[in-house]
């Protein structure tokens, strides 16, 4: 949680980051009923947009992915008043670009999104501060830049501000709704 900019509580090492991006992206659109769109980036890390093509397909018939491109500008465009969630790596895998968290987070609380912040290759790598930045949720690995290796294990970011509507238990076994 001190690595993350989280407090007590809010971090648990839970699953994998697929399994962990799947029930915050769940609660995430329970949570925005009416608003269809799940902005993300093209480019986004691979296993990211597979787990939310898959929720869409299988889960969530009525939403779509809308995607943007590599610059947040072109992020910050495509949120409206459809949108449900917005999900983003915050360090590009293919790049190494360090999207601006607190602004695209500030600006998808103004459309009414959610977000949900993957930090598989950020955390240990540069700093991140999730509270200042008003995060909602966030998802990454143990097994990168935190070298716990093959097989490590994941964790979830859940605000505080976010338990009254969804506690972290409820994520953890899938009790959302």
Same mark, same amino acid.
């Given at each position: 949680?001190?690595l993350?900019?989280?407090?007590?509580?809010e971090?648990? +090492?839970?699953?994998? !980051?697929?399994?962990n991006?799947?029930?915050? &992206?769940?609660?995430?659109? /329970?949570m925005?009923p009416?608003?269809?769109?799940i902005?993300?980036e093209r480019y986004n890390?691979?296993?990211?947009?597979?787990?939310?093509?898959?929720a869409?397909t299988?889960?969530?018939?009525?939403?779509?992915?809308?995607?943007g491109e590599?610059s947040?500008?072109?992020?910050l465009?495509?949120m409206g008043p459809?949108?449900? +969630?917005v999900?983003l !790596?915050q360090?590009?895998?293919?790049t190494? &670009?360090?999207r601006?968290? /607190?602004?695209?987070t500030?600006?998808a609380?103004?459309?009414?999104?959610?977000?949900?912040?993957d930090?598989?290759?950020?955390?240990?790598?540069?700093?991140v501060d999730l509270?200042a930045?008003?995060?909602?949720?966030?998802?990454?690995?143990t097994?990168k830049?935190?070298?716990?290796?093959?097989?490590?294990?994941?964790?979830?970011?859940?605000?505080?501000?976010?338990w009254?509507?969804?506690?972290?238990?409820e994520?953890i076994?899938?009790?959302i709704?």
């Open positions: 949680a001190p993350m900019g989280a407090n007590a509580g971090v648990l +090492v839970v699953d994998s !980051t697929s399994i991006l799947f029930k915050t &992206l769940s609660a995430a659109l /329970e925005r009416g608003r269809t769109e902005v993300s890390f691979p296993s990211d947009l597979h787990i939310i093509q898959g869409i299988h889960f969530y018939p009525q939403h779509k992915l809308v995607e590599e947040d500008d072109s992020i465009e495509l459809s949108t449900a +969630v999900t !790596t360090v590009s895998y293919r190494g &670009l360090i601006d968290m /607190e602004r695209i500030k600006k609380h103004e459309a009414g999104a959610l977000v949900i912040w930090l598989a290759h950020t955390l240990g790598a540069v700093p509270n930045a008003n995060v909602d949720f966030a998802v990454g690995c097994y830049y935190l070298n716990a290796g093959p097989g490590g294990p994941a964790y979830l970011f859940v605000a505080k501000f976010m009254d509507k969804c506690h972290p238990t994520i076994n899938n009790n709704g």
